[in-house]
């Protein structure tokens, strides 16, 4: 659900974390949705981030991929180059507002990607588009998000608990970030960082309340194939409800699950790369 953009580690020992490795990463365009540069790709991957993330989180991944597979990321207004942004809480503005932008971008075949919140964006953001653009994406991959469909699902995401029908956006601060803390994929050293937690709590209730804003209407399904990525000790999306995932498509439904909870994306994010690059290039071809 959360995770704060960070630069990882070098040589064994945790980088200490400021503002400016948050908040300054360029995009090509002031808008939602960037390319990074490729040549002779296949498709394109548009990877949408988890609450509290942003496009730092996709930093390895053209890399990872392989060349064949162009990396997008779509970063919502208030962080990095759109800290001055405000933030969207309204679900069905920023469905719209991606949507708008990715229309005018796509050339050849691509696909979607969404980790806890970016799930639940990249799949209603693929069924606006299949009903209203000719170019449709050709797949869609999930991650660390139960099917949208489930009740007991969109409670977890929404609390952060099972138990708790408070929703994450009203905790105190010091609650909000016990529950960072628990759910893990945060490192120690940010949240222990008063200055950096004051600049991201706005940004994480701001997404939180984006969350909380989502209803599943009980119509939208999606025809494509669907790639749904899961931690095997991840209680916000369990492993066992995965394949629910298959009445939300007409399409063909493949779960892969890793070692690992909610943040199982970072912690294996070689192996989960290979997984995408792998059902990509085996199910998409080049107009």
């Not at 229309?103 to 606006?128: I, K, N, Q, W």
């Not at 029908?165 to 909000?176: C, N, Q």
């Not at 912690?267 to 995408?276: G, T």
Request: hydrophobic share 40%; proline share 5%; glycine share 8%.
């Amino acid at each position: 659900m959360y995770i704060l953009s960070h630069n990882g580690a070098q040589n064994g020992k945790a980088c200490q974390p400021s503002i400016r490795a948050y908040v300054a990463l360029r995009r090509t365009r002031n808008n939602l949705v960037s390319l990074t540069p490729a040549n002779r790709h296949r498709c394109t991957l548009f990877c949408i981030h988890h609450a509290g993330g942003g496009a730092a989180v996709f930093r390895n991944w053209p890399r990872l991929l392989g060349p064949s597979i162009q990396v997008g990321t779509v970063v919502l207004p208030g962080r990095e180059a759109l800290v001055n942004q405000p933030p969207l809480t309204d679900f069905a503005i920023a469905v719209e507002r991606i949507c708008g932008e990715l229309v005018s971008m796509v050339d050849r075949p691509y696909a979607l990607f969404g980790h806890s919140l970016g799930a639940t964006l990249a799949f209603e953001v693929t069924c606006r588009l299949e009903q209203s653009v000719p170019h449709a994406p050709s797949c869609l991959v999930v991650s660390g998000c139960g099917p949208v469909h489930l009740k007991d699902v969109n409670t977890r995401m929404q609390s952060g608990s099972a138990d708790s029908d408070l929703m994450s956006s009203t905790l105190a601060d010091s609650e909000l970030v016990q529950l960072l803390h628990r759910m893990g994929g945060t490192p120690p050293e940010v949240l222990r960082n008063h200055e950096m937690m004051q600049h991201f709590l706005p940004i994480i209730r701001a997404d939180s309340r984006l969350q909380e804003n989502y209803r599943w209407d009980g119509r939208s399904r999606s025809g494509c194939s669907i790639l749904v990525l899961g931690g095997k000790n991840d209680q916000f999306a369990k492993s066992e409800e995965l394949q629910e995932w298959r009445a939300l498509t007409t399409g063909e439904v493949v779960v892969r699950t890793f070692d690992g909870g909610h943040f199982f994306i970072l912690s294996r994010e070689a192996d989960a790369c290979r997984a995408i690059a792998e059902f990509l290039n085996e199910r998409i071809r080049e107009r």
